[in-house]
């Protein structure tokens, strides 16, 4: 299980992406333009379109729990 938060940015900072584990222990944080490539350098690229198009559908500051045992 993987939470998923999309996080906004201000006039200096960007839009950004956490990505933590069940225990809430964070295992990925890149920009929101940058999805692909931040999913790869964390070792989730075999989850990256469905994670993806989960960034895109999810408002700002929601968590959102994927599911990565049901893909």
């Not at 940058?34 to 989730?44: A, E, I, P, R």
């Not at 989850?47 to 700002?60: G, L, N, R």
């Amino acid at each position: 299980m993987l939470h998923i938060l999309k996080i906004k940015g201000t006039d200096k900072i960007p839009d950004f992406v956490q990505i933590r584990d069940e225990y809430m222990t964070l295992i990925a944080y890149f920009r929101l333009n940058q999805v692909q490539k931040g999913l790869m350098k964390n070792g989730l690229e075999k989850h990256t379109d469905a994670i993806s198009t989960i960034i895109e559908e999810i408002e700002f500051g929601k968590i959102y729990k994927y599911n990565t045992k049901n893909e």
